[in-house]
């Protein structure tokens, strides 16, 4: 056997060289970096994808971003509520989506458990929520376009603009003093972004919605015009709050203007005299020079004295077949009127309900 050989012959092994310092350098800045990402791909979810809103009650909140509102106040009116619970992830994932640069005046409505994503992309978009637009026992033209205003974006002054427009209102077939003829009294559905001309042109599309042609057959039927009928209604409604008993009044009224009587309404004189507190009309009030005055005019008042009711119109166009003249509130102040064919029987009504007036100390 050869020295060569042996030496390098069975039962022997090349020795292992050890993993170099740059190798283990590597590994562990890989696994760094991969447990950064993970890490980084969390937050990115956790911020995007997790409930982050809180609503008291989980009843969902309004929020109103008015125009031109900046990024800070709409961040001001979420916290200010409680609202976001983590503001951090809300903040940075609304940089991330350029929020800030994107807002949109609107009514927003903010649920319990949105995530930031939800949240973020409803305001961003401009994806606002309805409102319900309410408006009844209106008297007067200031007092519609006030509580307009309360629930809509735009201000008053801008309605009563188009009120007062002759020009703008001819266009409808309206003038200032028929014009509240136009609105009827229910629940509508408006963007709280919409401005004055858009929410007038919306309610003379609901005006006519209204007025079908059975309605106007109706009206026709009876011999008034939809004007004169909300005209009439307007009266009944500040006659009475009662509605089993409206299409009674309505037939009293309808008495009086076929037989060519004066209609002696006292709503209209209160309304003449602008004094929504008068409480009892006297002799005084009805002296009152105005075309509203029905004690002093014949017919009916130029334009509705106050924004009447569905129920009211309907007790019109239905108005009770009777053979009473006159009426006048009960003694027992229940609400409901006593009913009379002749003067005399009316005298003693009135007389009944004069001292119960008298006896409540109600003078005016």
């Known amino acids: 056997m050869s020295y060569y050989h042996s030496k390098f012959s069975v039962g022997t092994t090349r020795p292992q060289k050890g993993k170099s310092p740059a190798y283990k350098f590597i590994r562990i800045l890989l696994i760094l970096i991969l447990l950064l990402a993970s890490g980084i791909g969390y937050y990115v979810y956790t911020a995007m994808f997790t409930p982050n809103t809180w609503t008291p009650d989980d009843k969902p909140v309004s929020v109103f971003i008015e125009e031109e509102s900046s990024y800070s106040e709409v961040k001001k009116d979420l916290y200010s509520k409680g609202l976001i619970v983590d503001r951090g992830s809300f903040e940075w994932l609304a940089a991330r989506k350029d929020y800030p640069e994107r807002v949109k005046e609107g009514h927003y409505l903010v649920k319990s458990g949105m995530t930031n994503n939800e949240l973020i992309n409803t305001l961003r978009a401009g994806l606002q929520t ?16 006030h509580r307009v205003s309360e629930q809509l974006s735009f201000d008053s002054t801008a309605l009563m603009n188009l009120f007062r427009d002759t020009t703008y209102l001819s266009k409808y077939d309206f003038t200032p003093k028929t014009v509240k003829s136009m609105f009827i009294p229910n629940t509508y559905e408006f963007y709280w972004t919409v401005d004055a001309e858009e929410f007038f042109e919306r309610m003379n599309d609901e005006y006519k919605k209204f007025w079908t042609e059975e309605k106007l057959q109706q009206a026709k039927q009876i011999e008034l015009t939809p004007l004169q009928v909300s005209t009439l209604a307007s009266i009944i409604e500040k006659e009475t709050s009662k509605n089993d008993e409206k299409g009674r009044i309505a037939g009293v009224y309808m008495n009086r203007l076929e037989r060519g009587w004066r209609l002696q309404a006292d709503p209209t004189l209160i309304y003449a005299l602008g004094d929504f507190s008068i409480k009892r009309v006297l002799n005084k009030h009805k002296r009152v020079d105005s075309p509203y ?27 009770e077949n009777h053979e009473y003249m006159y009426f006048c509130a009960k003694a027992d102040f229940s609400g409901y009127h006593a009913f009379a064919r002749t003067n005399a029987q009316h005298q003693e009504n009135a007389r009944e309900y004069q001292r119960a007036l008298n006896e409540r100390k109600i003078y005016e």
Not at 130 to 145: G, K, T
Not at 294 to 319: D, E, F, H, K, Q
């Open 130 to 145: 309805p409102v319900n637009v309410i408006f009844n026992n209106i008297r007067v033209l200031p007092q519609l376009a």
């Open 293 to 319: 005055n029905t004690y002093l005019y014949r017919g009916l008042p130029p334009g509705p004295i106050c924004l009447p009711s569905i129920s009211s119109i309907n007790a019109v166009l239905n108005y």
